[in-house]
């Protein structure tokens, strides 16, 4: 038998932070293929034309990205609560991004969103369950 060793709860939050970051990643960045969207870019016409909404798009994709280390260093209460507060922030946003997305370009997007949705929904469900001390 292999040995399967019991994983932190810390350890499983960051790296389905980790993980979903990186779903959020591949979708922008496979969106760059979709057509039309390098010239939205170079044209300023798109979602995020303007300041304020890239500093929003910014914050939102931060909370991801500080989570992981949080994750790992705040002591279990506060990081419990911010991993059940963000995760059913981010699985609701991405369910909703998900049902938008579902066109023929952008599938990928949908499929990944929905993806994210269960990465979210995990980190909220262990964090729900965060192991007492005995």
């Known amino acids: 038998m292999l040995e399967n060793p019991k994983v932190n709860i810390k350890i499983k939050l960051a790296s389905l932070w980790t993980s979903v970051t990186l779903c ?7 969106e760059l293929y979709t057509p039309g969207k390098v010239d939205s870019l170079i044209t300023g016409e798109n979602v995020l034309d303007s300041p304020t909404k890239l500093l929003i798009a910014s914050i939102i994709l931060a909370i991801s990205s500080i989570m992981v280390g949080a994750s790992i260093i705040l ?4 990081n419990r609560i911010l991993n059940i507060i963000f995760g059913t922030l ?23 969103a929905f993806l994210e949705s269960i990465i979210t929904a995990l980190i909220v469900w262990y964090a729900w369950k965060w192991p007492k001390e005995n």
């Open 75 to 78: 002591k279990p209460k506060m």
């Open 24 to 30: 959020y990643l591949y979708g922008d960045y496979f």
């Open 90 to 112: 981010f699985t609701l946003m991405m369910l909703l991004i998900g049902v938008n997305s579902m066109t023929e370009w952008y599938s990928f997007y949908a499929f990944l």
